[in-house]
């Protein structure tokens, strides 16, 4: 057919590109908005002879299996290419599955998860982006953040997603990381946990295919026992909380007697109304789901020496900078106790090995402090004496002052 040109003309003062020319022999006029829809139609016209040149060569078994596609396609709101399109992704595998770095997957979160609309801000993007959508809290964001950035500062930030494999992951996980130290198998399984979110991600967004993590082997822990504080160490640790750091004080309290994490320690309000934790009627701490870890509510119980050691101050909460100073009461802790590296939560790990002893109650303990009975069972069933945990539960200001 005869390449024709689009025309315009003024149709009622209006102007229109027209299609004037003859279509197999027979002369045909179409009028269109613009320019660009009158040059799709001729476009069309010329394939024509080319698509029943290609019809005529197919079987009539095919030409049946094409028409009834293109009515399920139909039928289902899509077109037979775009059903064609998505197979192949998915049959063809990696070849088509969207490029992307290791650093432009990790993405961005903003300075913490409350990001406001700051135009010298970077736009959250990528898995850290999406985790935004998660509520996740502001601490583990962090974290997760901290162990992808180790991840890829290992593995180089322009390396593609879809070429990392378990052997380069274990390598990781093996050399201990970018500054190669030394990961306890906890570490190894924490770490590894966040790299598996991140592919998790990935295979959502169509940028690989598989979890490189999932082919590796399961890391078994090494067997421990969680470390409790004397009765003695605690008893210190008080004495110079009182003297020193008087300001966190009660976060050392509800951490020892209460098994409050220090985080939920930190987002705990005193005072009057709806916003304080403090039952006075019922002597408990009463969390709302969004301030603990496990997102649900939660009431612990404040025991007799719990409640002495409240009240020997005004309760004022929640601390400002309450982290860094919480930190810096640690860093006299370990010098005062004599230690070199200070023992990962030992205070809490301290009430669960009192409280179970003294009350051989499970349940009750896992619920003060978030805990599930197996876990109880598992790390904290007879760490201490029943005589030193009758010692524990009697510490209270004054016999210490004495």
Not at 26 to 52: G, V, Y
Not at 209 to 228: H, M
Not at 328 to 352: G, N, T
Request: glycine fraction near 6%.
């Amino acid at each position: 057919m005869k390449v024709i040109e689009p025309k315009k003309w003024k149709v009622n003062g209006e102007v229109r590109w027209v299609f004037d020319g003859k279509i197999n022999g027979k002369r045909k006029r179409e009028q269109f908005d613009t320019k660009k829809a009158c040059e799709l139609f001729i476009k069309a016209q010329t394939k024509e002879p080319l698509i029943a040149a290609w019809w005529s060569e197919l079987t009539v078994s095919e030409r049946v299996d094409i028409h009834a596609a293109h009515n399920r396609a139909k039928e289902d709101g899509f077109s037979l290419l775009s059903a064609v399109e998505t197979h192949s992704v998915h049959a063809r595998g990696k070849t088509h599955l969207k490029k992307m770095t290791l650093k432009e997957a990790i993405g961005y979160a903003g300075k913490d998860k409350r990001w406001k609309n700051d135009p010298n801000e970077r736009q959250p993007s990528g898995f850290l982006g999406d985790k935004l959508l998660t509520n996740l809290s502001v601490g583990s964001l962090n974290t997760l953040r901290c162990g992808l950035e180790n991840f890829v500062r290992f593995t180089g930030h322009d390396l593609q997603c879809r070429v990392v494999s378990p052997e380069l992951i274990k390598s990781w996980l093996i050399s201990g990381g970018d500054k190669e130290a030394h990961w306890e198998s906890n570490t190894q399984k924490h770490y590894s946990g966040h790299v598996r979110n991140l592919f998790n991600w990935c295979i959502r967004q169509d940028v690989v295919k598989e979890n490189p993590v999932e082919k590796l082997e399961k890391i078994n822990l090494d067997p421990f026992d969680q470390y409790v504080l004397t009765v003695d160490e605690c008893r210190k640790l008080l004495k110079l909380c009182r003297e020193q750091h008087p300001e966190v004080l009660p976060l050392l309290i509800l951490n020892l007697f209460c098994g409050i994490r220090p985080s939920e320690t930190r987002r705990l309000k005193s005072g009057k109304g709806r916003d304080c934790n403090f039952d006075w009627d019922d002597n408990e701490v009463v969390f709302k789901a969004k301030q603990t870890k496990t997102k649900m509510r939660r009431a612990v119980e404040m025991s007799e020496n719990c409640l002495a050691w409240i009240k020997l101050q005004e309760l004022n909460l929640p601390v400002t900078n309450a982290n860094h100073k919480w930190q810096w009461f640690l860093q006299d802790a370990k010098k005062e106790l004599e230690y070199e590296m200070w023992p990962h939560d030992c205070i809490r790990h301290s009430f669960c090995s009192y409280g179970l002893r003294h009350s051989g109650n499970a349940a009750k303990v896992a619920l003060q402090a978030g805990h599930t009975e197996q876990i109880m069972f598992r790390h904290y069933l007879k760490l201490v004496s029943k005589a030193n945990a009758e010692k524990f539960w009697n510490i209270f200001p004054e016999k210490l002052a004495a």
